[in-house]
């Protein structure tokens, strides 16, 4: 067996800490994890902390300062392997909805002081500034796919995670579809599989917080959401959440902003 | 062939009948808003008095305002899920010292009774048989599950607007093998009228004791299934329609659909003949062991067609492609048959409401001369 166990790093930028809760989250599998690796830097979980390089690094949280994105740029050279967990590493997050808006004009109505607030006028995912091996996607991440992330790169072998939309977690699990069976609006369709499919199969339409699937295609939801009695504006609204900048949701969400302009 | 009578309310005993001889009862049942098929216990599980409303991606459970039993048309479950499982364990192997121990999942001895299988039901069986457990290719497993199935057919009275078996020579009458198929009738008492097609069937009807049915019954049940036929509107002109996609690949229908498809995977998912699946390996955390798994996928999937270096189906056009000609032209020359049946699951259960049949019929019509309009 292997003399030295690798060590594992756990970092945080912008975000709600939500995502490495889902690791403390995991009880029993968590013993087996600690006993896998050293946990090397967690602040969430211990406050010893051991100096990098680290084997594996997961980051949570997107980059909304430029101190971030020079730590950034630290984590990454310590790291051998760098893994972005949840919507806001990912894709930039709630907090992207920012770049779809003028952030000093934020900082005037929520600050008394804006002067004394340094941040960027976007939120971005870490891929768009370091090299990143693995994306976990969900608001939060699913602690099986956490533990699967972790285990397949111990192990050396590709993460046993799909692409594919919810929908077919759905007809796998077979969860009668709430959007053709009951007219209940439902993002599963372009949305990335990884919760289990869990909202449909409570009757509740998905929300997207996986962010879209591998081949989604908002645009050829928004017929069926119209016609569910969804305003355009509501639509936009759908995907202007946890994953508002991901490409594919940002598309549709300002295709359809644009779309709602007076033309002057 | 002898025709018997089973009034309504004894058809809780065939169902108890099954039971007792060990049989796990598949039916159909009413749950979260849709007609599935499913393990049922006793006739009150079924959907009394319950149809649906079906149209390009919609379906709603309504109330018929009878009492019907079988008064409904397929919903989005099929009864491949009872064998051709949605995911399912393959084996695991163990490191034992420096070897490796393969251990393989064992499938569990299942008897079943599918009650209430519609002709469109009935041959779909019939054609993922062909596939996992004919000349070719024989799936171990899925024989297994279906090496002791008792079939009870049901003459469709009730096709929905997304069904067109008509089309595809599948229905509303249940062609056999079958071991039993009813008919239900509701004017007057409320009765089935029962055709044995088996030893197996015979025995049921002697265990129940069933009487022989009246010639005038005979011919109320023998009008049901004609008067379903007439009732389906939607078409698929079947005439050559294999080499009729198979000349047109590069159609500009393609392009089309794919603006409108999701790639959501749902048309073939609740297809009862689609039986893709995907082989998924798992480890434990310790590398002591790996585990195999097999799950439904499907050619939608981006990830589906991966081999080194990229999807060979990178596009939705190509995969839309690929589903419709699979399904009724290049299923011909693979497995000897269509390979849809005209249950029009996939046009309900289409949350684009995409139909089958009007893509078929665009690609496989000649090609109209550019408009310049
Ligand atoms: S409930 Fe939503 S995710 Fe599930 S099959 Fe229907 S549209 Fe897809
Ligand atoms: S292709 Fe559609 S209509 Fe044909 S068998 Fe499959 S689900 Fe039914
Ligand atoms: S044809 Fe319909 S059900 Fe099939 S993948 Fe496209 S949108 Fe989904």
Redesign the interface.
Known sequence: MKAKKPKLAVFKLASCDGCQLSLLDCEDELLAVAGAVEIAYFLEATSRIVKGPYDLTLVEGSITTEHDAERLRLIRKQSKKLITIGACATAGGIQALRNFADVAEYARVVYARPDTLKTLATSTPVAAHVAVDYELRGCPVDKRQLLEVLNAFLNGRPPRIGSHSVCLDCKRKGTVCVMVAHGTPCLGPVTHSGCGALCPSYTRGCFGCFGPSASAHPAALRPALTQLGKTEAEVARLYATFNAAAPAFAAEHQSLAKRKEPTT | MDIWLLPRARLGELIATLRARGYDVVAPTP????I?YDTIESDADLPIGLGDEQSP?????VARGDAAVFGYAVG??SFK?NFHV??ERLYRVERVGGALRFVPEPVAARKVALLGARGCDLVALRSLDRVLQGDRYRDERYAARRSDVVLIAVHCGTPSASCFCTSMGTGPRASGPWDLALTELTTGQHRFIVETGSAMGLTLVRELGLRAAGTLDKIHAAKVPIAAAESITRRLETDALGARLAQNLDHPRFAKVA????????CT??CPTCFCTTV????????SAAERHR????C????FSYIHGGPVRPS?RARYRQWLTHKLSSWHEQFGSSGCVGCGRCI??C???IDITEEAREVGSPRKAEKTT
């Open positions: 749950r979260d808003g849709a599935v991606g919609r379906y709603r459970m989005p479950t899920r949605p995911t603006e409108r498809c999701l790639a959501c995977t749902n998912q609740v998924e390996d798992h480890t434990e955390l310790d590398g799950r439904w996928d499907s939608f999937d981006l990830e939705v309900t259960w949350p684009a409401g």
